[in-house]
T-cell receptor
Framework: QKEVEQDPGPLSVPEGAIVSLNCTYS??????FMWYRQYSRKGPELLMY????GNKEDGRFTAQVDKSSKYISLFIRDSQPSDSATYLC???????????????FGQGTILTVHP | DAGVTQSPTHLIKTRGQHVTLRCSPI?????VSWYQQVLGQGPQFIFQ???????GRGNFPDRFSARQFPNYSSELNVNALLLGDSALYLC????????????FGPGTRLTVL
């Protein structure tokens, strides 16, 4: 079983839709949670960064973390064609031990927003 | 400000050869991490360096090695290349090793024939 599971999709929605992307994880040591966006043949771009449980909003993006359920989500409101990309969740246990600095990624969800 | 830069953009090697990939972090960042991303998968952690010391290592064979220079730039070396080493190699920069907000470069696409 992978430490981080992410539905690869693909997910296709019309412009203006609300998009929900999700990841589950098994390692209870994870404390830091991130969402990255990756366009084709580019490096991942950091969208959201959260610590522990709770919600964080940035413009059209909202990240939610539920550590009790080991479940994180990213919501995109008023989706645009320019949001079409692969979305990667990533997690880290922090600075301690052999996992120092290590981000563990899901396999990514391919999102297409059509006009 | 310039982001993370990587060179070369892409390269083609044959099995058994050696390759060196280079990364320059964001100005002021002292930590560099390396990741391997195979097509259709999320990035896999290879190494993290902070203040020129290895601080973290992923589950990769000893054919993979890295180092960080006094100016905080870094090299990733891969010896005895295998077909399975074909991937996008990503470098990520962060302010410190334990600070987890990592910013990625565009990657180097390696093809092993």
């Amino acid at each position: 079983q992978k430490e981080v599971e992410q539905d690869p999709g693909p997910l296709s929605v019309p412009e203006g839709a609300i998009v929900s992307l999700n990841c589950t994880y098994s390692n209870s040591a994870f404390q830091y949670f991130m969402w990255y966006r990756q366009y084709s043949r580019k490096g991942p771009e950091l969208l959201m960064y959260t610590y522990s449980s709770g919600n964080k909003e940035d413009g059209r993006f909202t990240a939610q973390v539920d550590k009790s359920s080991k479940y994180i989500s990213l919501f995109i409101r008023d989706s645009q064609p320019s949001d079409s990309a692969t979305y990667l969740c990533a997690m880290s246990a922090g600075a301690g031990g052999t996992s120092y600095g290590k981000l563990t990624f899901g396999q990514g969800t391919i999102l297409t927003v059509h006009p | 400000d310039a982001g993370v830069t990587q060179s070369p953009t892409h390269l083609i090697k044959t099995r058994g050869q050696h390759v060196t990939l280079r990364c320059s972090p964001i100005s002021g960042h002292k930590s560099v991490s390396w990741y391997q991303q195979v097509l259709g998968q999320g990035p896999q952690f290879i190494f993290q360096y902070y203040e020129k010391e290895e601080r973290g290592r992923g589950n990769f064979p000893d054919r993979f090695s890295a180092r960080q220079f006094p100016n905080y730039s870094s090299e990733l070396n891969v010896n005895a290349l295998l077909l399975g080493d074909s991937a996008l190699y990503l470098c990520a920069s962060s302010w410190s090793g334990g600070y987890n907000e990592q910013f990625f470069g565009p990657g180097t696409r390696l093809t092993v024939l």
